[in-house]
């Protein structure tokens, strides 16, 4: 259990069309910015290494299409996922509404063994923008009835506070990882158990 | 007689216990006719070739299918198919494993147009046998015809009046004597080598000569050059209009400006009133600066925008998918008049338009295509992707969406769409994604990537291949798979060419 082996941690990006998941991801990875970026056909990831709480781990950080209907795709991109960031613009209420439905398609297609428990990140990208249409209050009482979700607001063109919503994503997806690593180790037990019990059962059935 | 296609594992509920058999498309030696059949197993797969299984079954000839409806999964979580026929009886539900409805589908692919009448219900209009080559040449695009949307599905599969109670027993000797292709589909399944022909790529074809070649009549020469070699610039506007069938367009101008009033013509609330429009104009308005953003102009954007929304209006159920404003720019950097443009767009994307319907039906077809392709040119490949679970070829979404758009520059792309547009192959963008593959192997199989390293081979490929050399690989690959005299038949069918 208390392997300080490499950890890989799969980071799925979720959130409408032209919201900036690609540009959250070039900022937090390669500190960097630009207008022109084209609409994310398929998916792609980046990975970096951070250092999360003296902990060396390795994020994949998955983009994906915005557009709903190439979600059927998705689930191979899903799997496996120990954390899912949900993102809307700040300027464009239909990006935040849609989170919802982000949020459940995401739990249906990975299906993760604690849907209840699975850490979700919740970003408001373009708050360096003058027309802002989703307030924090707004956002947060979505965030506060999702079972806390971590919310963030943030600026992928002027870096702000990008580092800091991903390292609360690292953290989470490390959190995440740690407990299906303890699922995973558990089955052995109930193995032994179950054999326990099917060798007493044959031994009474013999007959 | 020989087996086209087959699947097994299939459940039929027709009685009252579900029985599991396979089913089979095969095609007579001598009449050329083809039967959809279901057999039952008993026990193990050799009693078939035994002959003691067959207690019941049903058998159809394959032009007697019109429509087949593909409803949601159901509660076993297997999935089934009801098969409609031209009379308006149906065949019994057919329930599949995983990927065995998509198999049947890119089976009948080969014989059949598929269209999307309605949620889950499927058109199937026979292919006709290839015509004589002057003729179809430039008719191999019809306008699409409107399909019948009267409901033929869903009268129960009580008719079993097409059921014949025993399958034929001199099919089973036929069978029995035809080890070769069963052999296909079980083990063994034939494959290329992997030293391909040398293939040197044409000259370019320049106006002059497409003119004369089409005043000539000599349209499959004409085909085949620019296949080899591509078009020059100057060519290729007329030529692709040709190619496209652009002329079967009755009144192109006044037809695009009623279509383009439709939308123009909106007052700001109607467009309020119409959420669907209103949402399709705002993800085009956030795509087009981002199509070919360090290329396009502001006059260049507001015509991708233009061109975009006037498709919204004339193909209402597509409207606007990501994905068409990167094949719409290139169509408008060839056109510089609207109409031209616009008809040139519509035209192509009646030919890649299942890729953008929502069911994604289309673009899962391709990927189990070009998965029975590579099987045959380069089977290694296949089962190294498929140990990296990676055999069900996603990476190549990109490809298939946008027809290679992305991995090519604005200006060395269009070769791919001349080749594409003349190949003697209908499908040749299977084998243009199997030479992209080809091209990328050693560094692939090599390195032992798994899906996530391929995925980054193939999205870094962005722009960076020599398409010529490309091109060249697809060609050559076409050229073995067309002279080796083990190339199932199945195969030819997939990519569609003919003998």
């Not at chain 1, 002027?158 to 995973?184: C, G």
Request: aromatic share 10%.
């Amino acid at each position: 259990m208390a392997s300080r082996k490499k950890v890989l941690l799969k980071v799925i990006i979720l959130g409408d069309s032209g919201v900036g998941k690609t540009s959250l991801m070039n900022q937090y990875v390669n500190k960097r910015f630009s207008s022109q970026y084209k609409a994310t056909i398929g998916a792609d990831f980046l990975t970096k290494e951070v250092l999360v709480d003296d902990r060396m781990v390795t994020l994949q950080i998955w983009d994906t299409a915005g557009q709903e209907r190439f979600q059927s795709l998705g689930v191979a991109f899903y799997r496996g996922a120990d954390c899912c960031v949900l993102v809307y613009d700040t300027t464009a209420p239909n990006t935040f509404k849609s989170l919802e439905s982000w949020r459940d398609e995401f739990l249906i297609q990975a299906s993760p063994r604690d849907p209840d428990n699975f850490p979700f990140v919740v970003i408001g990208n373009k708050i360096d923008l003058e027309n802002r249409a989703v307030t924090p209050k707004r956002a947060q009482a979505w965030c506060a009835a999702k079972n806390d979700l971590p919310h963030f607001e943030c600026s992928a063109k002027e870096a702000t506070k990008v580092d800091e919503a991903f390292v609360t994503i690292a953290r989470a997806a490390l959190q995440q990882e740690a407990d299906t690593e303890l699922y995973k180790e558990v089955p052995e037990r109930v193995d032994l158990r179950r054999n326990d019990a099917a060798r007493s059962n044959s031994g009474d059935c013999a007959c | 007689m020989r087996i086209i296609f087959e699947e097994e594992n299939v459940l039929v509920h027709g009685n009252a216990v579900p029985e599991s058999g396979r089913i089979s498309i095969i095609e007579h030696d001598s009449s050329q006719r083809r039967e959809f059949v279901w057999e039952p197993i008993a026990a193990g797969d050799w009693t078939f070739l035994g002959g003691s299984a067959f207690d019941t079954g049903f058998r159809q000839d394959l032009n007697d299918i019109s429509e087949y409806f593909k409803p949601k999964r159901n509660d076993s979580g297997l999935r089934y198919l009801v098969i409609k026929l031209r009379d308006g009886a149906t065949l019994p539900s057919l329930h599949f494993g995983p990927g065995g409805i998509e198999r049947v589908e890119s089976a009948f692919q080969a014989f059949f147009v598929i269209k999307e009448v309605g949620s889950g219900q499927y058109k199937l209009e026979l292919i006709e046998e290839p015509k004589d080559a002057r003729l179809s040449l430039w008719e191999d695009d019809p306008e699409p015809r409107i399909a019948s949307g009267r409901d033929v599905l869903n009268r129960g599969f009580g008719i079993f009046s097409k059921i014949t109670r025993a399958i034929s027993s001199n099919i089973q000797e036929e069978v029995a004597r035809s080890p070769i292709s069963r052999a296909f589909f079980n083990e063994g399944q034939p494959e290329l080598p992997l030293e391909r022909p040398v293939v040197i790529r044409a000259t370019l074809v320049d106006e002059d000569d497409f003119r004369d070649f089409v005043l000539a009549g000599r349209y499959k020469a004409i085909k085949e050059k620019i296949f080899r070699g591509g078009l020059t610039g100057g060519a290729r506007p007329f030529a692709w209009k040709q190619l496209l069938g652009y002329e079967s367009i009755k009144n192109p101008e006044e037809k695009y400006h009623t279509l383009r009033a439709q939308w123009e013509g909106l007052t700001a609330e109607q467009e309020e009133y119409c959420t669907i429009l209103r949402e399709r104009r705002s993800l085009i308005a956030k795509d087009v600066t981002r199509t070919d953003p360090h290329r396009l102009n502001a006059e260049q954007i507001q015509r991708l925008s233009e061109l975009l929304t006037t498709y919204c209006i004339y193909d209402q159920d597509i409207g606007y998918v990501q994905g068409m404003s990167d094949i719409a720019v290139v169509i408008l950097d060839i056109y510089p008049d609207d109409i031209d443009a616009f008809w040139v767009f519509a035209k192509f994307m009646y030919r890649v338009r299942g890729n953008f319907e929502r069911s994604q039906e289309a673009i899962k077809r391709q990927f189990e295509a070009l998965r029975r392709v590579l099987a045959f040119t380069d089977g290694e490949m296949v089962r190294f992707l498929d140990r990296k679970e990676s055999g069900h070829m996603y990476f190549c979404f990109p490809w298939f969406l946008i027809l290679f758009r992305r991995l090519a520059t604005h200006e060395t792309l269009p070769t791919i769409w001349d080749a594409w547009l003349c190949s003697p192959c209908a499908n040749f963008h299977l084998l243009i994604a199997a030479a992209v593959l080809d091209l990328k192997r050693k560094e692939i199989m090599n390195e032992e990537f798994g899906y996530c390293e391929i995925l980054q081979v193939v999205n870094r490929l962005s722009g960076n291949v020599d398409t010529d050399e490309i091109l060249a690989r697809a060609q050559s690959l076409l050229v073995q798979i067309s002279r080796s005299l083990s190339t199932p038949p199945i195969i030819k069918q997939l990519l569609n060419l003919s003998d």
